[in-house]
C-alpha cells in the first residue's frame, strides 16, 4: 500500500480501476479537496485500488498530483468481480 496520513479523514471514497490508466487521473482531480467546497485536504480520503490490470496505475504520480489524501493498493491477481477489491478498500477506510 501507498500513501501515508495521520489523521482520521472525515469521508472515505473507494476508487476501484481495472485497465484505466487515463480515465483515473481525471476522475481523481474532481476528486481532489481544491474540486471540493469547504473541503481541505484533511477532509476526505480516496482509497484507489487497482484491481489487476494489465498495465499497472502508476501510484507515485499519482499521489504527486493529487490534491488530498490518497491511498493505493494493486490486486495482483485481480478478479474479474470488484467484490474483493471493494472489501479490501472499506477495510482499509479509515473514516466512519
Known sequence: MIGRWRSTPQLSVVLIAYNMQREIPRTL???????QR???SSHIEVILIDNGSCEPLQFEELISTFAGR?????????SVSPVDAVNQAVAMARAE
Open 29 to 35: 482531480h474532481t476528486l481532489g479537496a481544491t474540486y
Open 38 to 40: 469547504d473541503c481541505d
Open 70 to 78: 490518497l491511498r493505493c493498493l494493486r490486486l495482483q491477481p485481480g
